[in-house]
């Protein structure tokens, strides 16, 4: 493990083209600092996590045996070394001793054969090569050290069975399989643990990005935040009532060009510009009722509806800018949620959670903010954002948590470029805000701040 703070950044394609902006943490050795959605010059979004000392791991038990268990390796490796070194050196004394051996078989020969005539003269010469052999005696005990080496060599092999058999017992068997699947399971905990830590606290909003001018001065544009990898259809809706016709757009590119396209015709009119697409199908609200709708674009079909109790509607409880906006749906990192207005409120914005199933209410959130008053609102990690109006200079400026039900007020820039906001819907998967913009079809990147302590991991 390193000492100091290291630096993760993932890395990812997006449509814009901001500047890189990261404010370093206070203090990154406590906690975990997450920075999200910031741009690079080149138009890349960089998630960056800087993440505390891991001076945890030196304490686990698993690093100690592991710790010992390669200092094992390091030691049979050396072992491994010198008794190599050894073995060739005293295989050329074995490979001598050889030829000196079938010498002396041959003089042996020679004495048997004329030992009267010449035994004084093979004496010496075997005496010369009992002297040539001499030098073998320390090799033959250096054969003995080995021996002993090799026996410790075992031991070590022993011991380190032992130790891998308690880690198998301790973690299981480790064959290519479950590597793979350790693997696999390692990199679904890894995308879970990013997501959790996407989640933060709206902080910065880029400058707008123009994808498209289309359409009248109302609609809605969007994708879907649950779509699988490589699905890319844009929907697009224009108009905020008596309209049925929803385009889908293969891809960004398609919907750039207004390319290659299939058209629904949704079996009521919409009301609004708060519909969203999740999951595959898309929810919206029946024109001049506070009827939720669920059409699934697989079957063609309406697979759930559902009244949304005491909503306002028709123009009671708008946004500023009007255009029957009562009931605003959203999506974020959480699920589905409405945003509306009821008269037990006395008119102020009411928050729900939905079953994007059932449409049933799962829990609903009551603020003091009034529903007319707010220009356009969006939905982050549980967190409703508000901005000051729709036309002309604005900004966010109220944010209610869910997560603690309690509000604040915020002052985050907001580029209108267009000077006339009828749509502002965030989508977790792309980290983005998408907005129609009079006319034009606009994103802007988010910056989302989080500490969390490294128990929460």
Same mark, same amino acid.
């Given at each position: 493990?390193?000492?100091?703070?290291?630096?993760?950044?993932?890395?990812?394609?997006?449509?814009?083209?901001?500047?890189?902006?990261?404010?370093?943490?206070?203090?990154?050795?406590?906690?975990?600092?997450?920075?999200?959605?910031?741009?690079?010059?080149?138009?890349?979004?960089?998630?960056? @996590?800087?993440?505390?000392? !891991? #001076?945890?791991?030196?304490? *686990?038990? %698993? =690093?100690?045996?592991?710790? &010992?268990?390669? /200092? +094992? @390796?390091?030691?049979?490796? !050396? #072992?491994?070394?010198?008794? *190599?070194? %050894? =073995?060739?050196?005293?295989? &050329?004394?074995? /490979? +001598?001793?050889?030829?000196?051996?079938?010498?002396?078989?041959?003089?042996?020969?020679?004495?048997?054969?004329?030992?009267?005539?010449?035994?004084?003269?093979?004496?010496?010469?075997?005496?010369?090569?009992?002297?040539?052999?001499?030098?073998?005696?320390?090799?033959?005990?250096?054969?003995?050290?080995?021996?002993?080496?090799?026996?410790?060599?075992?031991?070590?092999?022993?011991?380190?069975?032992?130790?891998?058999?308690?880690?198998?017992?301790?973690?299981?068997?480790?064959?290519?399989?479950?590597?793979?699947?350790?693997?696999?399971?390692?990199?679904?905990?890894?995308?879970?643990?990013?997501?959790?830590?996407?989640?933060?606290?709206?902080?910065?909003?880029?400058?707008?990005?123009?994808?498209?001018?289309?359409?009248?001065?109302?609609?809605?544009?969007?994708?879907?935040?649950?779509?699988?990898?490589?699905?890319?259809?844009?929907?697009?809706?224009?108009?905020?009532?008596?309209?049925?016709?929803?385009?889908?757009?293969?891809?960004?590119?398609?919907?750039?060009?207004?390319?290659?396209?299939?058209?629904?015709?949704?079996?009521?009119?919409?009301?609004?510009?708060?519909?969203?697409?999740?999951?595959?199908?898309?929810?919206?609200?029946?024109?001049?009722?506070?009827?939720?709708?669920?059409?699934?674009?697989?079957?063609?079909?309406?697979?759930?509806?559902?009244?949304?109790?005491?909503?306002?509607?028709?123009?009671?409880?708008?946004?500023?800018?009007?255009?029957?906006?009562?009931?605003?749906?959203?999506?974020?990192?959480?699920?589905?949620?409405?945003?509306?207005?009821?008269?037990?409120?006395?008119?102020?914005?009411?928050?729900?959670?939905?079953?994007?199933?059932?449409?049933?209410?799962?829990?609903?959130?009551?603020?003091?903010?009034?529903?007319?008053?707010?220009?356009?609102?969006?939905?982050?990690?549980?967190?409703?954002?508000?901005?000051?109006?729709?036309?002309?200079?604005?900004?966010?400026?109220?944010?209610?948590?869910?997560?603690?039900?309690?509000?604040?007020?915020?002052?985050?820039?907001?580029?209108?470029?267009?000077?006339?906001?009828?749509?502002?819907?965030?989508?977790?998967?792309?980290?983005?805000?998408?907005?129609?913009?009079?006319?034009?079809?606009?994103?802007?990147?988010?910056?989302?701040?989080?500490?969390?302590?490294?128990?929460?991991?």
């Amino acid at each position: 493990m390193q000492p100091s703070s290291k630096i993760l950044s993932l890395i990812v394609l997006v449509l814009m083209g901001t500047e890189l902006t990261q404010v370093l943490p206070a203090n990154p050795e406590e906690t975990w600092q997450v920075y999200s959605s910031a741009q690079d010059s080149e138009g890349r979004c960089v998630c960056t @996590v800087v993440a505390p000392q !891991q #001076s945890m791991c030196s304490r *686990d038990a %698993r =690093t100690k045996q592991l710790r &010992q268990l390669l /200092e +094992k @390796v390091q030691n049979m490796t !050396q #072992s491994i070394q010198v008794l *190599d070194q %050894r =073995t060739q050196r005293d295989l &050329q004394y074995v /490979e +001598k001793m050889e030829v000196q051996l079938r010498g002396l078989e041959t003089k042996f020969r020679q004495v048997e054969e004329n030992h009267k005539q010449n035994i004084a003269k093979q004496y010496k010469a075997i005496k010369a090569k009992m002297e040539e052999l001499r030098p073998l005696i320390p090799v033959l005990e250096e054969y003995k050290a080995d021996a002993k080496l090799v026996l410790q060599f075992k031991e070590e092999v022993q011991n380190l069975t032992s130790v891998l058999s308690e880690l198998q017992e301790e973690m299981g068997a480790y064959d290519y399989e479950e590597l793979h699947n350790r693997v696999s399971n390692l990199e679904e905990r890894l995308r879970a643990c990013m997501q959790k830590l996407a989640c933060g606290k709206l902080t910065g909003i880029s400058d707008p990005v123009t994808i498209k001018t289309s359409g009248s001065r109302f609609g809605s544009w969007m994708t879907d935040p649950a779509a699988p990898e490589g699905d890319t259809r844009v929907w697009y809706m224009d108009g905020y009532h008596n309209n049925r016709f929803v385009r889908e757009y293969k891809s960004m590119a398609d919907f750039i060009m207004m390319d290659n396209f299939t058209s629904y015709r949704l079996p009521h009119p919409w009301s609004g510009t708060g519909q969203v697409v999740y999951n595959g199908s898309i929810y919206f609200n029946k024109f001049q009722s506070h009827v939720i709708i669920k059409f699934d674009f697989k079957t063609s079909a309406i697979s759930k509806s559902r009244q949304l109790d005491n909503a306002g509607y028709n123009n009671m409880y708008h946004y500023a800018w009007g255009g029957h906006s009562d009931i605003d749906l959203m999506v974020d990192e959480g699920g589905l949620w409405a945003v509306y207005a009821t008269n037990q409120n006395a008119g102020n914005i009411v928050i729900s959670k939905l079953n994007p199933g059932t449409l049933q209410i799962i829990k609903s959130w009551t603020t003091d903010h009034p529903k007319r008053s707010a220009g356009e609102a969006f939905m982050i990690c549980g967190t409703l954002y508000v901005t000051n109006g729709y036309s002309g200079g604005t900004k966010v400026y109220y944010a209610y948590s869910t997560n603690s039900s309690t509000y604040e007020y915020i002052d985050i820039a907001f580029q209108n470029k267009y000077s006339h906001i009828s749509m502002l819907d965030y989508n977790p998967r792309d980290r983005a805000l998408y907005a129609w913009n009079n006319g034009h079809q606009v994103l802007y990147n988010v910056t989302l701040f989080h500490v969390i302590s490294s128990q929460e991991l």
